[in-house]
């Protein structure tokens, strides 16, 4: 797929993701729920917006320079986080106006949720179409390795082989899965169904696991895929050259059979107990 078609497809994709998912945030608890339209969501929080696309009729132009401040914005908050990022600092990259910014995003949250909303939904299909197709060639052969592949081996392989946007927007979500405020609630609860589809896949696998077992050891995958994702060069360092953090290709392979291990040596010893038979 051609950059401009992933940016094409991740604008569509994105209108769909406001259409169907919405985070209630509430002492802390986000409650998923399914919204109507897009508008239903945004009046009850904030102003609606464009999430990425010019207004209508606006022309090839503005949809160019809405691009640009995704790119721009996705680029900055993927150093420096939501709050070391001004929406003017956003369009001096962007080189537009600050009022445009304001006027397709509304604010700086509209468009944070924007920026990771834009590639989200293609990065859902893809990693849940490698759970179909591995489930339809295994059948019953599951195995942890695949599991754990068909869960991570899209994300490497999109942040290996994808332009700079693409890795921008996965040291962005690697920030993200590590804020525990509300700032990015939303979309990451958009990618739980892919880890609990990983969890049956696993349990398939693992029959006797305890599925809080199972729930920890993703816990220290995700960890894992995190750093991997966020390329911060200390491997380099502190592997005097021998290792790189920026090797996904080496990456992929260890990292499967490492977390694969994992599951398998910590759910073995703290398998189910089943009772005795009298």
């Not at 002492?27 to 339209?37: E, I, Q």
């Amino acid at each position: 797929m051609s950059d401009k078609n992933d940016k094409s497809a991740s604008r569509r994709a994105s209108q769909a993701l406001t259409m169907h998912v919405a985070d209630t945030v509430s002492s802390g608890n986000t409650k998923r729920k399914v919204v109507k339209s897009p508008a239903s969501a945004s009046s009850a929080k904030r102003k609606k917006t464009t999430v990425g696309r010019p207004r209508k009729n606006s022309g090839a132009d503005s949809a160019a320079a809405a691009d640009r401040i995704l790119d721009a914005a996705e680029d900055l908050f993927s150093k420096r986080g939501f709050d070391g990022v001004t929406m003017r600092e956003v369009a001096q990259l962007a080189n537009v106006d600050a009022a445009l910014a304001h006027y397709y995003f509304a604010s700086k949250q509209g468009l944070f949720d924007a920026v990771l909303e834009r590639r989200a939904e293609l990065v859902f299909s893809e990693r849940m179409q490698a759970f179909d197709d591995y489930e339809a060639k295994a059948g019953k052969a599951i195995t942890v390795e695949g599991a754990v592949a068909a869960f991570i081996v899209p994300l490497l392989e999109r942040a290996r082989n994808g332009d700079v946007g693409w890795k921008n927007y996965f040291r962005l979500i690697a920030l993200v899965n590590n804020d525990a405020s509300h700032v990015a609630l939303s979309i990451m609860s958009y990618f739980d169904p892919l880890v609990h589809r990983l969890i049956a896949l696993v349990k398939r696998a693992l029959p006797d696991a305890r599925e809080e077992e199972l729930f920890w050891c993703f816990h220290f995958l995700t960890g894992s895929l995190t750093l991997a994702l966020s390329r911060t060069g200390r491997l380099d360092r502190v592997s005097g050259g021998r290792c790189k953090s920026d090797d996904l290709a080496s990456i992929e392979p260890r990292m499967i059979d490492y977390c694969a291990a994992g599951f398998r040596r910590v759910c073995a010893e703290r398998r189910e107990t089943k009772p005795k038979k009298r």
